[in-house]
């Protein structure tokens, strides 16, 4: 169905380099051939030098700012290991589609990945609402769901959908680390809560208030879609909040500067890692006044929280390998962006996942390397997965950081932590390198 | 090749049994045979239809059996735009009234099978879930319906506008009941035993869910059509004609037009919960981002491409709805755009559509179609 020009360009292209490896006599086929023997069809979506992998993002729409630039990351980063000859001999063939953050228009698109395109997984299926409209199906039809892009915990449920992973520290745990760091840092101040209506204000309500329930003297939401958050902010500026946790998406990030701009309140803002990119929030808010605030300075001195080294530290070494990919990415427009790195990031670790599965991967088998593998897997993110039988858990820690123009300095090491009542413990993992190659090396599981 | 202008002119001379706007040609088609001339088809309305429903259940097995899983799950969706915007094609194309807020009672039908399906234990046979889902989206249509029956043209779009945008909302107030901005997931309805011994029967192919789905939506369909139709035919759809094109002589006729045209609200209302409960069982999931505004216009859309007023023509928009946007993202990545490029196509070719439909065909697809017919028959 999808048989492109640039797949014809990508064959060609990891011919001659196959080819002119070969003719310098060494050829380093990316990740290392579980147990020899020959690549057979061994699943669906799997031919003998293929692997279809589909994903639903939001491409149009009002949710198509930042979140339609993380497929173009991912594709990319496929393409780097296309070149160096795919996992196991076969290429990656990556079929994404347009959901406009609909959970209809998900359904439809997902039912055609797999029952038309019959890919063999997804993988970075964007988004809460959209992607739980497909959790039923994807495990009711054995598909893997690898990587949901969303911090919501109900993707860490075996139990119910087995073929479900989440991927991304999830609110809670982000919510426990911000909650101990005021309580250490800022044990006076009057702390409002400024939280979207769903899942993710109410998760980090949750891990925020474990430890200064007492200091919080304001909760208010928003409901996404509603632009006007003045009465939020007056609120919150009237109980006297001097300290302000926000658990929101990047336009509201906006939307809350100019508004308490507006008002005149100026508190210490802390936002959740995932409204707090200061290239998108700028442009937003350039966009919002109509051009009279036009950068992210008005985010200077905030704080936030980080998992991975982001485009504002370009000598970090996985920043250098992101760099590297979409330089060398033919599909590559603009810039290198912080939602590009976390499609790549996703993409890194789907390729573990991927080599972990063994030289014929199957979708059961897909699941139980990740099941068994999954925690030791060395990536980009700081803190480790929590990945087991038991658990489909992603990334377990989050450091904290202060925006200052448009890059970050670091406030506290990683922090690890798990749901519930675990204690954050500091990390003491070395901070990990990626391969020369720029690509995973992971050892066939069983 | 006509122009259209000459065959609205030549409508004018010609044919005097239409209505005043051209827009509605479509509403006024007779039931297939039912004109004059020989036709093959009983003469008695009802029994025409339920023949006509018979070769089309006949029809629909047939083309769900002959199709794969994708189509299937397709074709369902399909059913849940051609049931709601039956109802909304009724309601404007027959009685004039026009409504931006269908796509909000669809919401009212979604959630309600959501809810009733969501407890724990044994769930509600599906039959009584849809009619539960019918049911409340009628009486919250017949709540619009009395403020509507007092508005007309854009002061009606305005306040049904008002509805799509805000209903939604509620189900983000009360969120312990309604699941806030992720929804409530639908548990999806195990296929009976009959079923999957029919299917065995009929085509040997595997009875899954999706293709329970595709049935259980098909069915609805061609219910809801078999009633729709006969509804249009009857005393009442002539009625709402007369309400739609000559208030003060309906009026004169001794009509309650306030009544009337409640009661086609309600019945559009009825079909747009019988709509979402379908949707919420395909889409497994009943969530306010699923019932914004776009949802709404895009039955407006169906309704106005393939002719108001006409059931037929629904179909037709319903299919666009469907299988334009997958063709034209697959023919963009064909085309060598890249997969982000070639779903911002998708929205581009609808619109255009839309206006060249707008432009070229005021009628709709089976409204200029058959103006053209009516055209040439009378230069015979």
Not at chain 1, 380 to 408: F, M, Q, W
């Amino acid at each position: 169905m999808t048989r492109s020009s640039r797949r014809l360009t990508r064959l060609i292209a990891t011919a001659t380099a196959v080819s002119a490896l070969a003719a310098c006599g060494g050829s380093d086929g990316g990740g290392a051939g579980g147990g020899g023997g020959e690549n057979e069809a061994s699943d669906t979506g799997i031919t003998a030098d293929a692997i279809k992998i589909g994903a639903h993002y939001p491409l149009t729409g009002v949710a198509a700012p930042g979140y339609s630039e993380i497929p173009t990351g991912v594709d990319c980063y496929f393409d780097f290991v296309n070149a160096a000859g795919g996992v196991n001999g076969r290429q990656i063939d990556y079929v994404y589609r347009d959901d406009a953050y609909n959970p209809t228009n998900t359904s439809a698109v997902v039912n055609e990945l797999v029952l038309q395109d019959e890919v063999f997984m997804l993988m970075g299926g964007l988004g809460t609402p959209t992607h739980s409209a497909v959790l039923d199906f994807l495990n009711g039809e054995g598909v893997p769901d690898l990587f949901v892009a969303s911090g919501s915990l109900l993707w860490d449920n075996p139990e119910e959908n087995p073929y479900t992973f989440g991927w991304q520290p999830d609110y809670e745990i982000e919510g426990k680390v911000i909650g101990q760091y005021i309580a250490e840092n800022f044990p006076e101040a009057r702390v409002g809560l400024f939280l979207q209506d769903d899942d993710f204000g109410e998760d980090g309500e949750a891990g925020v208030r474990q430890f200064i329930d007492d200091q919080i003297v304001a909760a208010e939401r928003y409901v996404p879609g509603n632009t006007d958050v003045g009465p939020q902010l007056a609120a919150l500026q009237a109980a006297g909040a001097d300290f302000v946790v926000g658990f929101n998406v990047p336009s509201y990030t906006a939307l809350s500067q100019l508004t308490a701009l507006r008002l005149g309140y100026d508190p210490q803002w802390f936002y959740s890692n995932v409204g707090s990119d200061p290239a998108l929030v700028g442009s937003l808010l350039a966009n919002f006044s109509q051009g009279q605030v036009s950068d992210a300075s008005l985010l200077d001195g905030a704080l936030t929280t980080e998992y991975l080294a982001g485009v504002d530290t370009p000598d970090d070494p996985w920043v250098q390998l992101w760099q590297r990919v979409w330089d060398e990415c033919e599909s590559a427009e603009g810039e290198l962006t912080n939602y590009r790195v976390y499609g790549m990031a996703q993409a890194y670790t789907t390729i573990q996942a991927l080599q972990a599965a063994g030289q014929n991967p199957t979708r059961d088998g897909l699941v139980e390397a990740v099941e068994q593998a999954g925690a030791e897997f060395e990536g980009p993110a700081l803190a480790p997965y929590r990945y087991s039988a038991e658990r489909h858990a992603g990334v377990g820690g989050v450091k904290i950081a202060r925006i200052t123009g448009t890059s970050a300095e670091d406030l506290t090491p990683v922090l690890v932590t798990d749901n519930g009542d675990a204690a954050i413990e500091e990390s003491d993992a070395e901070p990990t390198t990626p391969p020369e190659s720029g690509i995973p090396d992971v050892q066939p599981v069983g | 090749m006509t122009r259209p202008q000459d065959t609205a002119a030549t409508r004018g001379d010609e044919l005097s049994s239409d209505s005043p706007t051209e827009a509605t040609v479509g509403a006024d088609a007779p039931s297939s045979g039912a004109g004059p001339g020989r036709s093959l088809l009983p003469r008695n309305t009802l029994l025409r239809h339920l023949l006509v429903l018979l070769l089309c259940t006949v029809g629909t097995v047939v083309l769900l059996e002959a199709t794969d899983p994708f189509r299937n799950s397709q074709l369902a969706q399909l059913s849940y735009y051609a049931i709601a915007a039956g109802g909304l094609t009724v309601l404007t194309g027959l009685n004039g009234q026009i409504s931006l807020g269908h796509g909000a009672l669809m919401a009212v039908g979604a959630y309600t099978t959501a809810l009733l399906l969501g407890g724990d234990g044994e769930p509600l046979p599906l039959p009584v879930v849809l009619l539960a889902s019918v049911v409340t989206a009628t009486l919250v249509g017949a709540l619009v319906g009395v403020a509507a029956a007092r508005l007309h043209g854009p002061y009606l779009a305005g306040a049904t506008l008002a509805l799509a945008v805000g209903l939604p909302g509620l189900a983000l107030y009360f969120r312990e009941t309604l699941g806030g901005e992720q929804g409530l997931p639908v548990q999806a309805p195990r296929a009976p035993e009959w079923f999957e011994a029919f299917i065995g029967a009929v085509s040997g192919n595997s009875a899954t869910t999706t293709k329970w789905l595709a049935y259980v939506g098909a069915m609805c369909l061609l219910l809801t059509f078999f009633l729709l139709a006969n509804l249009v035919r009857s005393r009442i759809g002539r009625t709402w004609r007369a309400v739609r094109d000559q208030e003060v002589a309906a009026e004169l006729a001794g009509i309650d037009l306030g009544l009337w045209r409640v009661l086609a609200f309600v019945v559009s209302a009825a079909c747009a919960g019988l709509g979402g409960a379908v949707l919420a069982l395909v889409v497994r999931l009943a969530a306010p981002s699923g019932f914004t505004l776009v949802l709404s216009l895009a039955l407006l859309t169906a309704i106005v491409i393939g002719g108001l007023g006409s059931l037929l023509g629904v179909l037709l928009g319903s299919a666009l709805l469907v299988f334009l946007p997958p063709f034209i993202t697959n023919l963009g990545v064909d085309l060598g755009l890249d997969n982000t490029e070639a779903a911002q196509l998708a929205p581009l070719v609808y619109g255009v559509v839309l206006v060249l439909a707008m432009v070229f065909a005021p009628a709709g697809f089976v409204g200029t179609v058959r103006q053209r017919w009516l055209a040439a028959r009378a230069r015979r």
